[in-house]
């Protein structure tokens, strides 16, 4: 198969609330064990203030991918939401956003739902939307309001954030897509009924079964197919549960720390779902330089793993400066106790 697609992102955003906890606090109320807070690779997570939510945090983020892709919202085709937290059960997010963006009427819009893979798949759509000319620009959003079962150990990871890519010709883009493989199956390692206000998950069933055999799988399947190796990166960024599965992942495909530790930004941020990852890509595109290739890996419960080969192209350097970076809202940041976070994620219902 040949390298090389006619379509790329042409601009891109994020978004991360300035309030934060950090995670000693959250398990020391409930009392894990702190060896296993250490293992997890993480310091503290995002949290959404009361009038933040997945629409909100998405609209932000899209806004700032359409900013430096530097576009006429007119040429949007398409726009497709990736989030497992949208605030209606009934209603996509994607319209909301539009209207805000003051996007076309004669459009394609969509939520997606594949747990934390939806935005991946967003993508995925989007490559065969422009590459086939039916739309020249795709608007993908992938936001969340992590929600977990207060004293669940997903707690101490699930987290608030967003990032949105403008996805269109490759001639424009500041990173075009040079290959993809993706890797599905059906294993149930995390879950939500119908009506329950929290997941539930298979604990270590979601390691190997899960995170790392889709994921693994994904990757080999690209570099196979385009003949690419390890070397041939500069960048990987992986979906970022938690801090440490991305970089034990990472080194068993043969990459290095060097090369994983930019795009990881779970210690800091927390899981973000939908936007965990593209949320490192839009760390990693920052820093990065023309002519660097990029590796990019998905991942949703149920489960599946997109795996993307991106090129930088001599258009990035210019696009940076002309949103928020991640790495400002990185420092901007502010700390709140358990009792505000309770608060502001609604986990006490007055009655």
Known sequence: MGRGLPVGIVGWGAYIPRYRIKILEIASLWGFDPQLVKSLNIEEKAVANVDEDATTMGWYAARSAITRAGIDVSEVGAIFVGTESKPYAVKPSATIIADALNLPNKKLASDLEFACRAAGEAIRISLGLVSSGMVKYSLVV?????????????????????????????????????????????????????????????????????YFTHIVNAVK???????????????????????????????????????????????????????????????????????????????????????????????????????VKVTDMLMNKVYIDYGRYVKFRKLLVRV
């Open 142 to 210: 992938g936001s969340d309001t992590a929600q977990a079962n207060p004293g669940d150990v997903l707690e101490l990871t699930a987290a608030s954030g967003a990032a949105a890519y403008v996805i269109g010709p490759k001639e424009s883009s500041v990173a075009y897509f040079e290959g993809y493989y993706t890797y599905i199956s059906d294993t149930p390692d995390f879950w939500r009924r119908d009506g329950s206000p929290y997941p539930l998950h298979g604990e270590i069933f979601t390691d190997e079964p899960a």
């Open 221 to 323: 399947g690209l570099m196979r197919e385009y003949s690419l190796k390890p070397e041939d990166f500069d960048y990987v960024v992986f979906h970022q549960p938690n801090g440490r599965f991305p970089l034990k992942v990472g080194l068993e495909l043969g990459f290095t720390e060097a090369k994983i530790l930019p795009g990881l930004l779970n210690p800091w941020v927390g899981n973000t779902y939908n936007a965990a990852a593209l949320l490192g890509l839009a760390r990693v595109l920052e820093e990065s330089k023309p002519g660097q290739r990029i590796l990019l890996a998905t991942f949703g419960s149920g489960a599946g793993s997109d795996a993307f080969s991106l090129v930088v192209t001599d258009e990035v350097k210019s696009k940076v400066d002309k949103a």
